[in-house]
């Protein structure tokens, strides 16, 4: 057990460490508050609006159609390691899979799912 | 004729010669969906008599399938690394699912006109659904049947909520899509505990690794148990049906029909794939949860339906029952013996003549349908006798056929099933079965007596259209066919074994 | 190498919170994500399994698993949003338009 003594000091002083120097800030620091000290810190720029804002529902219709695509690009992980030996049977699969990929991206482009309103 | 056509895919390899039905189905899927969609969008109208068209004539190559596998008994084709596999017990289903795809479509056209939601995606849909069962009841390893339920599941999950201003329509859409995605999830983590224990997804080496000496391998019991508790959700099995009467209703009347028919069909199938190819030698293990399944569905069932005031409603309950009846044919299947054979065939008869007269109930609950009346309530067919006498007819024996009266399809395929019970050593669940059956009756025949006895509100007869009535006539023909000379279809069904 | 049985042990509590999701939450985005968790918690016997009997097949059904799942959730969002364009909730108990 005793080789783990310095692990055991290691971890004590990294959980003393940010209690610590919060604990001296707040002691020392002074606190003179403001509006613009209390808003939110974005990058220095003027924050907009609510954090809850409302997302609009088209964003959904794009992050949907981005999850299937995306996920269906997993079967060419395989295929793309394996591509000599797969040969020309996995290269016409691979050809099928993604012209029915690109079937359904065309209907999704014709349905207007693709649009920004 | 058959030569020509099996002549123009003979340059296909044979991995894919085999395919044909499924190849020409997912294609034309496609091409009414972009068709749906183009340019130059084709009336909707016009898909389906496409799809319709198409449906129809992937029955060639089936055939010429059947005719093949049917040459010697246990003939079958296998590719793929013994992945797909065509024999007749596949084929059997894929005629079943293509009629009960061509009857759905047949009485959507109109249908879907007065929901005004008539679009091509609809019968794409369909065709999907299609295709997946198809590769389900062809797959002989279980990554092959996951895809396939999977591509059924979803599409008809977008399908029960096709009606999408509905209110009820998406009720049963998200109440079926929630109890089927979970019922997946179970049998997912049914199918990695067995490969856990076995090593391998294709049932034949399931099989061979049970009959080797893991049968009571603590992890494979209970795989199979989250297995079969899946199957139950996807069959409807009492105590997983209690998405059933809500999707039933609330789901379009014909893709109601549809689940009804080919969707149960299709998870027959599986079970008797799953249970029999894969699962025999550990019938111990499965045997008691599929009685207590069986007898629960049956009771269930039947007090169920008794109150129901919605047609829909009551045919969701009386499927659930025919589930329990269709499980005693599951129970009948015993190693070395010919009741085997005889619970298999059993249930072929039973899903056969059900398709028919349960799309026929359907149908007529389709045509009472117009602008302003859902046409799903018992008293919508107040006097139907007298408005329209051969609908009522045809009502009269669909319902006479679906509580088992001779001289109907019911009848042929309530003889076998009990039969196949009795001869299994089941006897008090066959006992179990007559007396639901008997019960069954009296809500069957509560409809035909509303028809016959009841006056009517309204003059003028049903004006169905062209299509949904000859949907109508095909379906009242084989029930009654069926029940009066049964051979052909028996000779049909005897091909269904698994070996 | 992390045992099989921990594996095990793992994979069975993520199934075990996933029903109780499915069975106690009534928020249907929140059951639709405990379904996630049954699926992923096949995943891991699959690819754990995969490992240890040195046998591909469950990394292959491991990846079928994804793809059916990504394209079950979006088929479930949508009704979920159908519904709610449609009754204004998502609440599983608040849609009962059809009872016995």
Known sequence: ?117 | MMDILGSLFSWLPVELWIMRPELCLTLAAFLTLIFSVARRAFQPRWLGYFSIAVTAAVGAPLLDLFRRTTELPGQEFVAWNGMFVVDSFAVFFKVLFLLAAILTMLMSIRYLDVEKAHTGEYYALIMFAVVGMMFMVSARDLILLFVGLETMSISTYILAGYLKRDRRSNESALKYFLLGSFSTGIFLYGISLVYAVTGSTHLRVISDAIAEGLVNHPLLVLGLILMIVALGFKIAAVPFHMWVPDTYEGAPTTITAFFSTAVKAAGFAIVLRILVEGMLSARMHWAPLVVILSAASMIIGTLGALLQENVKRLLAYSSITHVGYLLMGVLAVQRGADTGARGMVAIAVYLLAYTFMNMGAFGLVVALRREGLVGDQVDDFTGLARRAPLAAFSMLVFMLSLGGIPATAGFIGKWYLFGAAIKADYVWLAVLAVLASATSLYYYLRVVVRMYMGEAEEEGGLRPSGALASALVISLVFTILMGLYPQPFIWLAQHVVLY | MIPTSEVLIFSMALLCIGVLGVLTRRNAIVILMSIEMILNAANINFIAFSQTLNNLVGQIFGVFVIVVAAAEAAVGLAIVIALYRNRGTINVDEINLMKW
């Open chain 1, 1 to 117: 057990m005793e080789q783990y003594l310095p692990i055991l000091i290691f971890v004590l002083v990294a959980a003393a460490f940010p209690v610590v120097t919060l604990v001296v800030a707040r002691v020392i620091r002074p606190h003179k508050p403001d509006p613009v000290k209390l808003s939110s810190y974005e990058c220095g720029l003027e924050s907009v609006g609510e954090v809850r804002d409302r997302t609009s529902v088209r964003y959904y219709l794009i992050a949907v159609l981005f999850v299937i695509f995306d996920v269906e690009v997993i079967f060419m992980f395989p295929w793309a390691v394996r591509f000599k030996q797969l040969a020309l049977l996995g290269f016409v699969s691979m050809a099928t899979f993604l012209g029915i990929l690109l079937l359904g991206y065309y209907y999704a482009w014709r349905k207007g799912a693709l649009e920004w309103v």
